[in-house]
């Protein structure tokens, strides 16, 4: 079992960044690929980034995010991150931090590939 607690969400103007962090209990956390998602009032949860836990780290991206979000991940901490840079207002949302079973790295889109969830931390991106 693992679980996922996200904090670092807040209020931020336009242009701003921020920085999520996701600290996972347990001493499995290396051996999981770990997700960002997040939802918006009245839409449906949707695929932001994503991190292998092969070594190395391969990293995935929504189109709607490239070049101005990067996940990363601390196995010593047990923490994965994302950093939220020029921000959107569109950007603003509920974002949560999801796990895949152990040892799985497939199908990154998916909510349905990610077994644990945390309870999301609110991001606001004012204009």
């Known amino acids: 079992q693992v679980q996922l607690v996200e904090s670092g969400g807040g209020l931020v103007q336009a242009g701003g960044s921020l920085r999520l962090s996701c600290a996972a209990s347990?001493?499995?956390?290396?051996?999981?690929?770990m997700g960002w998602f997040r939802q918006a009032p009245g839409k449906e949860r949707e695929f932001v980034a994503a991190?292998?836990?092969?070594?190395?780290?391969?990293?995935y991206y929504v189109d709607s995010v490239k070049g101005r979000f990067t996940i990363s991940r601390d196995n010593a901490k047990n923490t994965v991150y994302l950093q939220m840079n020029s921000l959107k207002p569109e950007d603003t949302a509920v974002y949560y931090c999801a796990a895949q079973a152990r040892y799985y790295s497939d199908d990154y889109v998916a909510r349905t590939a990610y077994r644990y969830w945390g309870q999301g931390t609110q991001v606001t991106v004012s204009s």
């Open positions: 991190i292998t836990w092969r070594s190395g780290g391969s990293t």
């Open positions: 347990g001493r499995t956390f290396s051996s999981h690929s």
